[in-house]
C-alpha cells in the first residue's frame, strides 16, 4: 500500500465532514429521526399516506446541492469511470443491500457511529470491507 | 409547503452540499479510499471523523431530551440485532459500492449535475430498493399464513 498524497484533501473532506455532521445533527434535534439517506429513499418507493411528501422533501434538497455548490464555487461533472452495465449492476446491488442492512454510509456509518450503535459498527465494518475487496478484485486480481 | 417541508429540504441541501465538499460524490475518490492495495487516498476517513464529532454531540444532546427541539417525539432505530440480513446486506451494498463509488447520498446529489450515468444508477437503486419491498411483503405475508 502506497498513499495518493496527489488526491488527499484532509481539510476539504473534514469541513464536508463537518458540514454532513451538521446536517445530521439538525435532523435528529428538530425531526427526531436517525438522517439515512437508504431509509429516506426506500420509502419512496412504498407510498404511504403522509410519508411520501417529507422524504421528496429532502431528497429535493439533496439534487439541488449541485446547482448551489455552482453559484458558490464552481461547476461540477462527476467523473464516473464505471460502465452502464456496471452502473446498472452497482445500482441494484446498493438498493437492495442498504434496505436489508437497514442502512448505508450515512444511516449506519455516520449516525450509528455517532450514537455507539454495536449493530452500526458491524454493518460499517461489513461494507467497508466488501469495497475494499471488490475494488482489489477488479483494479488488481482481473485487470 | 409547510415550515417542516422546507427545513427538510434546507437539511438535504446543507447534506448535499457537505457531500460534495467532502469528495464524497466524487466516484474516482470513493474507489482511491477503497483501494486499500493499491494507491490509497485516505480522505474519507476525514469525512466520517468531522461528521462523527458533530453528531456524537448531536445523539448526547438527544438522549438527554425528551421531546425534539420543535416539540416532537423522537424515533430511534431500537434494533440491537447483529444478525445474517445485517451482515449480507451490507455486504451485497459494500459490492455495489466498490464497483461504481457510489452509495445513495452521493449518487442522488448527482442527479443535480444532470449527468446520465447517476441517472441509470439512481433509477436501478429505486429498482432494488423495490425489489426488497417486494420481498419483504412476501415473506411477511408467508410468515403470516403458517402463525
Known amino acids: 500500500m502506497t498513499i495518493d498524497w496527489n488526491h488527499f484533501t484532509p481539510w476539504a473532506s473534514l469541513a464536508g465532514g463537518l458540514l454532513l455532521g451538521l446536517a445530521t445533527a439538525a435532523f435528529i434535534l428538530l425531526n427526531g429521526r436517525v438522517l439515512g439517506i437508504s431509509g429516506i429513499a426506500g420509502g419512496l418507493v412504498r407510498l404511504r399516506r403522509h410519508d411520501t411528501l417529507w422524504r421528496l422533501a429532502f431528497v429535493l434538497g439533496l439534487v439541488t446541492a449541485p446547482l448551489v455548490y455552482a453559484l458558490l464555487a464552481a461547476p461540477v461533472a462527476p467523473r464516473i469511470d464505471a460502465g452502464w452495465g456496471t452502473l446498472a449492476v452497482a445500482g441494484l446491488l446498493v438498493g437492495v443491500g442498504t434496505r436489508y442492512a437497514s442502512g448505508c454510509t450515512s444511516g449506519h456509518g455516520v449516525c450509528g457511529l455517532s450514537r455507539l450503535s454495536p449493530r452500526s459498527l458491524v454493518a460499517t465494518l461489513a461494507f467497508m470491507a466488501a469495497g475494499v475487496i471488490t475494488v482489489a478484485t477488479v483494479r488488481h486480481l482481473l485487470a | 409547503m409547510s415550515k417542516q417541508r422546507i427545513l427538510e429540504f434546507l437539511i438535504?441541501?446543507?447534506?448535499?452540499?457537505?457531500?460534495?465538499?467532502?469528495?464524497?460524490?466524487?466516484?474516482?475518490?470513493?474507489?482511491?479510499?477503497?483501494?486499500?492495495?493499491?494507491?490509497?487516498?485516505?480522505?474519507?476517513?476525514?469525512?466520517?471523523?468531522?461528521?462523527?464529532?458533530?453528531?456524537?454531540?448531536?445523539?448526547?444532546?438527544?438522549?438527554?431530551?425528551?421531546?425534539?427541539?420543535?416539540?416532537?417525539?423522537?424515533?430511534?432505530?431500537?434494533?440491537r440485532d447483529i444478525d445474517s440480513r445485517l451482515i449480507a446486506g451490507s455486504v451485497v451494498f459494500g459490492v455495489g459500492w466498490g464497483l461504481a463509488g457510489f452509495c445513495p447520498g452521493p449518487a442522488l446529489v448527482s442527479l443535480g449535475t444532470g449527468n446520465l450515468k447517476a441517472v441509470v444508477f439512481v433509477l436501478a437503486m429505486l429498482a432494488g430498493m423495490a425489489v426488497f419491498e417486494l420481498l419483504e411483503g412476501r415473506m411477511r405475508r408467508t410468515a403470516g399464513a403458517t402463525t
Open chain 2, 12 to 79: 438535504g441541501l446543507l447534506f448535499g452540499l457537505g457531500l460534495m465538499v467532502s469528495g464524497m460524490t466524487d466516484p474516482g475518490k470513493i474507489i482511491g479510499f477503497l483501494d486499500l492495495f493499491g494507491t490509497w487516498d485516505p480522505s474519507l476517513a476525514f469525512v466520517m471523523a468531522g461528521a462523527v464529532l458533530v453528531g456524537a454531540l448531536a445523539f448526547a444532546v438527544a438522549r438527554r431530551r425528551t421531546s425534539t427541539l420543535l416539540g416532537g417525539a423522537f424515533d430511534l432505530p431500537w434494533s
